[in-house]
């Protein structure tokens, strides 16, 4: 009987492997040019492939009934019968229609010739060519209106990110960011870039406003890959190599420092240094605590599916060790999306992500490396960290090295993600029911231990260790539910949304710090033996909830006009009762002008489109808890009998009234293609204006605080996005395109309540005037200070601008009251991006540029120069007026006149043109790499130049050091430098 089933079913397997047959063949566009991936699948099956680099694909099908199914975007689909066939050459026509991408917007996706705001979509792969530990970096000058600053290179940190200019003065300016339809997705740094399907950013009201109280910052979308029916598709992308500081910065060297100190020296008869007999040492700091680091990325995915089942796994690990010794970064990630076909009418999703990254945080500034003495010993006679007074300045500083490798600053950040839907479709797929519920939860920790080993420990008197822990864990929750009817009735087609949404988030944290841990062995660990008195312990907790109802309707007639209108109300618990609900409508229109009857001869004109549009958004800026209030407890309060005890006092005060900065926007833009789509341009103007911002006011001092946060104050910003995109050439063997996007923007304080200006900053010691103000009438973002004019060949004094005096005129004489002006502002003249493709034969070139025109940077480090107990910029320093450099100074003299004043000496221009990335790629030829879909190597180099200033003296002029609000954009501190990489790597697919 075994034998029979066995030659039954051999049989049975040689009768059905006769029946299937092998097609080969290509697919090719009207021109002979191939279409690499184009979709071939056999119809009623999941038996599919895609086409290589040539355009060539081989499959199995059924018989030779089998139809084959061919698509690629941007063509018309077509089906062929296989018949006799073995060999099919599949030439595909252009569609017009699907020639306009599909563009994501709030709660749907349009195509692109029906839409009727300001979108930007970023190309993900041109985006990142190169590994980077924050997504964000990958956005700088990718699109029109969207300004990207460094705050610091330090692996995993964040960009400063402002579209359209910034609305809010103390409310924030960051855009809010949707992963995969979960709105206000947070630590997007954990957010692995190789997963990003596409990245969508609206930039007007018309299509933020949908968004309602927190669209006033612009709204970035994000949709990670799925899985598509065919074969499962394997990819792994590997790339390796190493960063590098780009320059140092030159600082004065020892003899050059112990020259200054004798030049400034007040009893020249009395110098302080024989420069004959100086320490032997010469330590290079920014050498000895900077190193090349190594960077390695590790991407693996599977995708495929069926029509039933629909799937996306992948799984990276980023490594990337940072310039600086003790820096660092590492990202793991986890990632499934899969869909599900329940019914014809029903489908389910999930996404899901797990992910960690661990950051090594840098314990040594950049800033110290450049102010340490360069005569100090790394190391004593016997090996020994160096422990005592630095030879030249003479002060006790502590140990750098010693710092960098002795001490730990670690924080750890555990991320999962859970985003789920339902959706049916009824009467034909008119109307579309969708209902999802998301979760986010982050646990966040920090470990920071100095050991008693640590040098400057041992100067301190021989002082035991110290330990910090902050932990913190939050959870947030998104249950959204719409409902979308789409219907067209001959000349009329309109699509109708309604939705609600309901979102809650909580936090809460706590801190425990300790002096004198008796042990070294267990970091942090340990804590439980430091004495009492050296335990600290805080503790924070915030709830908030968010409520929102919404709609669309969007009508397009005759396939020309297009009207669209949104509303939503949003509620936020934050913000004063009486003020927790707002309306955030919009409305919009475009006309199609191509579509005209005027317009069909005009055949150099493909497309042509103009829009205008009006919404409103809100930002809410407010704490939970904040405006409630409360009480607090004061420990010398009560006198009873003779004796103060803790009592009860007033702490907060209720703020009934506080609610929403309100952003009004009116947008209006064209699109234009040419000459056969080979040059597309889009242009946008807008104007935006936000009122009732969050500020401090001065309030009395009976109400039990100083200031009370109101909503008062107003802002304008205007400007003009311009976005260029050319296929310059196109032939057989050779292809280059390339996409320029340029911006513009002008921004106004028009109100500050009860002031007409607000100091902002003020640099400290030695300096005690303001170095930046909040002004009425005046950029948000301006320096302020005296204006430097020069400086006296005689003395070396500086001089300064004098404007105004006691009596309202010059008087010769300058103050700070009546002299001090605006010397500068943060804000560019222009600001963009180039992106270059070029593609011969199997070799592609890319590359990108990010510029900047016009913003200025005030410059902290310069402003310290004066400073005796540090080191600084030797080509300031080794050109300041002296007795000895009276012809050639190019600098006022030492003193606290010339250098302790804020002016516009320190005020220096940061335009940059930089060559971001640059990769060189090699796609093998199918017939090399039999077995494999695809195999490419290239090298991606990063920051590979940088134009900047002469007269800049920092490492980057693309810097916003420590600040990612509005209020003190532009100053440099010196940051964490951005490195310069380069890389190999190799990706393939079988």
């Given at each position: ?34 279409l ?29 009934k ?17 018949g ?11 569609d ?9 917007i ?34 700088q ?15 995993g ?9 910034g ?16 709105v ?6 954990s ?9 969508q ?7 933020t ?13 994000i ?53 004959n ?6 330590t ?141 479709g ?8 969708k ?33 910090i822990?902050?932990?913190s ?9 719409t ?18 949404s ?36 805080s ?17 397009i007639?005759?396939d ?6 949104s ?5 936020k618990?934050s ?8 309306n ?44 409630i ?19 009860v ?15 009004d ?30 500020l401090a ?18 802002v ?21 395109e ?13 109100d ?31 320096f ?50 180039l ?37 600084s ?46 990769q ?50 532009g ?7 951005q490195n ?11």
């Amino acid at each position: 009987m075994k034998k029979i089933i066995f030659a039954f079913m051999v049989t049975l397997s040689i009768t059905m492997f006769s029946q299937k047959k092998m097609v080969t063949g290509s697919v090719t566009d009207g021109t002979g040019l191939p279409l690499p991936g184009a979709s071939i699948i056999e119809k009623g099956t999941s038996n599919g492939i895609q086409t290589d680099f040539d355009g060539n694909f081989s499959i199995n099908v059924s018989n030779e009934k089998a139809i084959l199914e061919v698509s690629y975007i941007g063509f018309s689909n077509k089906e062929v019968l296989v018949g006799n066939q073995t060999k099919i050459i599949v030439v595909l026509e252009e569609d017009a229609a699907s020639l306009d991408e599909i563009v994501i917007i709030g709660y749907g996706a349009v195509k692109k010739k029906n839409l009727v705001g300001a979108v930007a979509t970023v190309d993900a792969e041109k985006a990142y060519l190169a590994p980077t530990a924050n997504l964000d970096n990958g956005l700088q000058g990718r699109a029109a209106g969207v300004q990207v600053t460094s705050s610091s290179g330090a692996p995993g940190s964040a960009p400063v990110i402002v579209i359209r200019g910034g609305n809010s003065i103390t409310g924030g300016n960051t855009p809010l960011y949707v992963v995969d339809g979960f709105v206000g997705a947070d630590n997007i740094s954990s957010l692995n870039p190789n997963d990003i399907e596409s990245m969508q950013i609206l930039k007007d009201a018309s299509q933020t406003a949908i968004y309602g109280a927190r669209g006033t910052n612009g709204v970035i979308l994000i949709t990670t890959k799925k899985g598509k029916v065919g074969k499962p598709v394997v990819n792994l992308r590997v790339s390796s190599g190493m960063q590098t500081l780009p320059n140092e910065i030159n600082v004065q060297s020892a003899s050059e420092l112990a020259s200054w100190f004798n030049d400034i020296a007040p009893d020249q008869s009395n110098l302080p240094f024989d420069l004959n007999d100086l320490p032997e040492t010469e330590t290079n700091w920014q050498k000895e605590l900077t190193r090349a680091a190594v960077l390695s990325d590790y991407q693996l995915s599977v995708s495929g599916g069926s029509e039933s089942v629909k799937y996306y796994v992948s799984g990276g690990y980023l490594t990337q060790e940072g310039i600086i010794l003790g820096s660092g970064f590492d990202r793991f990630s986890l990632r499934s999306n899969i869909d599900f076909k329940l019914s014809e009418k029903y489908k389910a999703g999930i996404n899901f992500s797990l992910s960690r990254t661990e950051r090594e945080n840098n314990t040594v500034s950049f800033t110290q490396l450049l102010r340490e003495d360069p005569s100090k010993p790394l190391y004593d006679d016997e090996g020994n960290y160096f422990i005592g007074k630095n030879p030249i300045l003479g002060s006790e500083t502590s140990h750098l090295l010693a710092d960098a490798l002795l001490d730990d600053d670690n924080t750890t950040l555990d991320k999962i993600f859970i985003n789920t839907y339902i959706q049916g479709g009824f009467y034909d797929n008119k109307l579309i029911w969708k209902s999802t519920f998301g979760a986010d939860f982050i646990n966040n920790k920090r470990h920071r231990f100095t050991p008693s080993t640590n040098p400057s420990y041992i100067m301190n008197n021989n002082r035991l260790a110290r330990a910090i822990i902050n932990r913190s864990n939050n959870e947030e929750f998104l249950n959204e539910n719409t409902l979308n009817f789409s219907e067209t009735y001959g000349d009329h087609a309109i699509n109708i949304l309604a939705g609600a949404s309901f979102q809650t988030q909580s936090s809460e944290s706590i801190q425990i710090s300790a002096n004198d841990i008796p042990s070294d062995g267990v970091g942090v660990n340990a804590i439980q033996l430091a004495p009492a008195e050296g335990v600290s312990i805080s503790s924070g907790y915030s709830e908030i909830h968010q409520l929102g109802v919404f709609g669309r309707i969007n009508y397009i007639y005759k396939d020309k006009y297009i009207f669209n209108a949104s509303l939503r109300r949003d509620g936020k618990s934050s913000l004063g009762i009486n003020q927790r609900y707002r309306n955030f409508p919009s409305a919009s229109f475009a006309w199609k002008v191509k579509e005209e009857s005027f317009m069909q001869n005009v055949e150099t004109i493909d497309d042509f489109k103009f829009r205008v549009n009006y919404g409103r958004t809100g930002n809410s800026g407010v704490a939970a808890f904040n405006t409630i209030a409360n009480y607090g407890i004061d420990n010398n309060t009560i006198l009873v009998n003779g004796v103060t005890v803790p009592g009860v006092t007033q702490g907060q005060i209720a703020k009934p009234d506080l609610g929403w900065e309100i952003t009004d926007q009116f947008d209006a833009g064209l699109e234009i293609s040419l000459f056969n789509r080979r040059i597309s341009a889009e242009v946008d103007v807008y104007y935006k204006n936000t009122s009732d911002l969050l500020l401090a006011e001065k309030v009395s001092e009976f109400t039990g605080e100083a200031t009370l946060l109101t909503n008062v104050g107003e802002v304008e910003n205007k400007g003009l996005d311009v976005t260029l995109i050319g296929k310059i050439i196109e032939t057989d063997n050779f292809k280059w395109e390339a996409t320029l996007n340029i911006s513009t923007f002008k921004n106004k304080v028009l109100d500050l309540g009860q002031t007409t200006f607000l100091s902002t900053k003020n640099l400290g010691a030695p300096a005690t005037d303001e170095s930046s103000r909040l002004m009425v009438g005046q950029p948000v973002g301006i320096f302020w200070g005296a204006k430097y004019l020069g400086f006296d060949p005689a003395t070396g004094d500086a001089i300064f601008e004098d404007i105004s005096g006691p009596n309202g005129e010059p008087d010769g004489i300058y103050s700070e009251e009546y002299d001090d002006q605006v010397i500068g502002n943060a804000n560019p003249d222009f600001f963009g991006g180039l992106q270059t493709n070029f593609t011969y034969k199997n070799f592609d070139l890319s590359a990108f540029f990010a510029f900047s025109v016009g913003n200025e940077v005030y410059s902290e480090e310069f402003f310290r120069v004066n400073e005796i107990s540090a080191n600084s910029f030797a080509s300031i320093r080794n050109n300041m007026y002296s007795v000895n450099n009276t012809e050639n100074a190019l600098y006022p003299a030492f003193g606290s006149q010339n250098y302790d004043l804020s002016s516009s000496l320190y005020v220096q221009d940061a335009s940059y043109l930089r060559l971001s990335t640059l990769q060189l790629g090699y796609s093998f030829p199918a017939d090399l790499i039999k077995g494999i879909d695809k195999l490419r190597v290239y090298a991606t180099g990063s920051n590979l130049f940088l134009v900047k200033s002469n007269d800049y003296v920092g490492f980057d002029p693309d810097v916003s050091t420590g600040a990612t609000g509005q209020l003190q954009r532009g100053f440099d501190a010196i940051a964490y430098p951005q490195n310069r990489s380069l890389l190999l790597g190799i990706n393939v697919s079988f």
